[in-house]
């Protein structure tokens, strides 16, 4: 049997959310909307969302820590699909609005391969040592990133594994600023992050350039919402749209049993990305000291970039440049 990852389950909504077709939208890859009504879920309720910990929904691709060939190892989202036929006929089923639970997979060939180095998320459901896949007909998972990988080469940027460092964006000890910095895998292992940056969904966060991209991992969970809305949809709408706190892609509330709850600018019909973000518009300083470590960093990594601007603030996070 394979070994397990990080859970990494579709995070539900806040609010009931339904289906509404967009007629006019006919070369759209997705002719309908997913809208969040004014009803807070079941799941938000259970989980004690009135006492959750709200924080910024980061927007860029899930990763994960943990070890590998004996270290502690970078991990990419890697979902195992179905393949076509399969898919036909899940579709199928879904549209005759039949219960997805009475679905029956053939596992074995089903899916399409995956490579040996896959394991899939924790929470994931066996049968006959078999994983299955979610409601969704997928099964998340995750796979290492190798140095120099080509698939995963933005990924590969942000580690180094010699130094067995990542680069990591947090908040500084002084209240306002940000900070980006060499942080030991071995501290953040077994926790999920967001790779983001130049290369990742668009770049809404406007940093680096393609001649000099910019890349940072973001722990899930690290940017809490100071001021939040309360969880009356009207108030969320004004918070998104009137404060400069509000200009994110979404909140994740943290809840006490572990649950996780979410809500997308989308789910209210609002629009991201946004040409400022505030993310990208808070000051940031480098604090990387490179005599802390051994090894020579490669002239075009990020690493020895990073080094050069040690003790450098920037008054926004998309000001970073490095030198020529």
């Known amino acids: 049997m394979r070994r397990r990852g990080a859970v ?44 959750a910990i709200p924080t910024e929904k980061v927007d860029g691709t899930c990763c994960y820590v943990t070890t590998y060939k004996g270290q502690p190892y970078l991990w990419a989202r890697m979902d195992r699909k179905p393949n076509k036929q399969a898919e036909k006929r899940f579709k199928r089923f879904l549209y005759s609005l039949e219960d997805c639970k009475e679905f029956v997979w053939n596992v074995e060939e089903d899916f399409k391969p995956v490579p040996d180095t896959w394991i899939p998320a924790k929470d994931i459901e066996f049968c006959n040592g078999n994983p299955l896949p979610d409601e969704n007909g997928h099964m998340p998972g995750w796979v290492p990133v190798e140095k120099n990988s080509k ?36 501290e953040i292992l077994e926790q999920t992050l967001e790779l983001i940056g130049t290369n990742i969904n668009a770049n809404p966060y406007g940093l680096g350039s393609k001649k000099q991209p910019v890349h940072l991992l973001v722990p899930h969970g690290a940017f809490e919402i100071k001021n939040p809305p309360t969880l009356k949809q009207t108030d969320i709408v004004s918070w998104f749209e009137g404060c400069s706190e ?79």
């Open 151 to 186: 698939q995963y080469c933005w990924h590969s940027s942000v580690v180094n594994y010699e130094a067995e460092i990542a680069l990591v964006l947090k908040h500084h000890a002084d209240p306002g600023l940000l900070e980006i910095s060499p942080v030991p895998l071995s």
């Open 246 to 324: 509000g200009k994110v892609e979404g909140i994740v509330w943290h809840c006490r049993d572990g649950c996780l709850i979410k809500l997308h600018r989308h789910h209210l019909g609002l629009h991201w990305p946004l040409a400022e973000t505030y993310l990208n518009s808070q000051p940031v300083v480098i604090s990387f000291n490179r005599t802390k470590y051994d090894c020579d960093f490669e002239p075009k990594s990020l690493f020895h970039r990073f080094s050069n601007l040690d003790g450098q603030r920037f008054d926004r996070l998309k000001d970073i440049k490095f030198d020529a």
């Open 8 to 51: 990494q389950r579709k995070v539900p909504c806040l609010f009931v959310t339904e289906v509404k077709e967009e007629p006019s939208a006919k070369r759209e890859r997705q002719p309908f909307k997913v809208l969040a009504t004014e009803a807070i879920t079941g799941k938000a309720l259970e989980a004690d969302i009135y006492n």
